[in-house]
């Protein structure tokens, strides 16, 4: 190999770091694997139909299981054996909702394509970020209320983009554009509660400045006794149409004025932050449970198999991203990494000079054995560009 090439080498070298944080959030994986089976054996009469195919839940249940706990635990190589050198072609996935090695992955693909986007609007318009709450609620009623929240934002969309108009209430000089909302769940672990709430980016016309001036005092200005915030007149209107939407009443004018308070709702110029709404329905839940477990060493201090249960059966099927009026049929909720499998020129001529000196073989390595080989003999793992952000993006904390 020439010098030239090993400098390109370099540009496409996957760090020990990476791996070793895939191996990190796969460890939780076995257990959610153990789940998935028993969620198959309680449920194992139920039968799933998707357009015209029909499984049995067991099945269904079963397959997951294999895939999760699968996940990332073996990587396809060509291996230059003498000169040390592995290139990675690919990493086994799962795409599973409750692997945070996937869902990692796909949450900062979500925030890589989409920001340059949200940036461009940002120049003609004024993005908010809106986070809209309900009641926390039980896990017998999680999946009913992520239904509702779902049902209820469509409905205010409605409003915002003046597809239907409240007498007296003139949206229209709001000049909203579209929306992304984006679902979280979140638990209340001293009530052992859900909190199922919406973050969303808003564009509206420029200069509107709807999150000024906070002067409101209602009960949502107070935590644990202590007035932590306002809101402003947009913010309370807000809450009020967010409430009626969300228990199905009709909404007018009179309605509102009327309403004493609504559901939580907070405004705030984004200000080019948009990270929270690419993030993954239980990215923060599933990182609060991972540091209680690794705390006291304890797996049931991690998610209980009740609470997979209640947060499966609020997601299945369910769209956690979704984007309205000019984000209206973005693919947001995308569950494939898809590969670009046209290899870089960069990476042939690399491949090429390799193969100059000896001949490359096809393998499968284990990760452990892959962390091994990087961090303690020293070998060089390379891959496309592709594979090499995704492996990157591993690399920092759950959320
Ligand atoms: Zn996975």
């Known amino acids: 190999m020439d010098l030239f090439d090993i400098e390109k080498l ?9 791996f070793c944080d895939m191996a990190r959030r796969i460890r939780i ?34 397959k997951r299981a294999e895939r999760i706990l699968e996940c990332g635990r073996r990587v396809t190589t060509t291996q230059w054996k003498e000169s040390k050198v592995h290139h990675v072609t690919s990493v086994q996935l799962c795409a599973d909702k409750f692997c945070g090695n996937c869902q990692k992955q796909f949450a900062n693909r979500r925030e890589h394509r989409y920001t340059p986007l949200l940036q461009v609007l940002n ?11 309900v009641p926390n609620c039980t896990g017998f009623f999680l999946s009913e209320t992520v239904g509702n929240i779902l049902k209820a934002f469509g409905k205010m969309m409605k409003f915002f983009l003046c597809r239907k108009k409240i007498r007296g209430l003139p949206f229209e000089g709001l000049g909203c554009r579209g929306a992304i909302r984006s679902l979280e769940i979140t638990m209340n672990e001293s009530m052992s509660t859900y909190h199922p ?31 932590v915030q306002q809101f402003s007149a947009f913010e309370v209107l807000v809450q009020k149409l967010w409430r009626l939407c969300y228990d199905g009443d009709k909404v007018t004018k009179t309605a509102i004025e009327n309403l004493e308070e609504g559901y939580s709702c907070i405004v705030n110029y984004a200000d080019g932050n948009f990270h929270q709404i690419f993030k993954y329905a239980v ?28 947060l499966y059966f ?6 956690a991203l ?36 000896e001949e490359g073989n096809f393998t499968t390595e284990k990760l452990r054995d892959v962390i ?14 592709d594979i090499k952000s995704n492996l990157d993006s591993l690399a920092g904390d759950d959320t």
């Open 283 to 310: 990215a923060g839940l599933l990182a609060e449970k991972k540091k209680a477990m690794r705390k006291d060493g304890n797996v049931q201090k991690g998610l209980s198999y009740t609470e997979f249960k209640d």
């Open 123 to 133: 120049e003609k318009y004024d993005l908010y970020h809106i986070a809209l709450t």
């Open 29 to 62: 994986n076995p257990l959610i694997a153990d789940y998935y089976e028993h969620l198959g054996c309680d449920y194992e009469d139920m039968l799933v139909t998707r357009g015209i195919n029909t499984t049995d839940f067991y099945t269904k249940c079963h």
């Open 197 to 227: 709430h919406l973050h969303c980016i808003f564009v509206f016309r420029k200069g509107i400045e709807l999150d000024k001036y906070k002067v409101f005092t209602n009960s949502f200005s107070y935590s644990r006794g202590r007035k």
């Open 314 to 319: 609020a997601l299945e099927n369910r769209r």
């Open 10 to 18: 370099n540009t496409y070298k996957n760090s020990g770091k990476s």
């Open 322 to 357: 979704q984007g309205y009026g000019c984000f209206y049929g973005l693919k947001l909720d995308e569950a494939e990494l898809d590969g670009d499998d046209v290899a870089d020129e960069e990476i042939r001529s690399i491949i090429n000079s390799l193969n100059g000196v």
């Open 372 to 385: 091994e080989n990087i961090v303690v003999k020293k070998h060089v793992y390379f891959s496309d560009k």
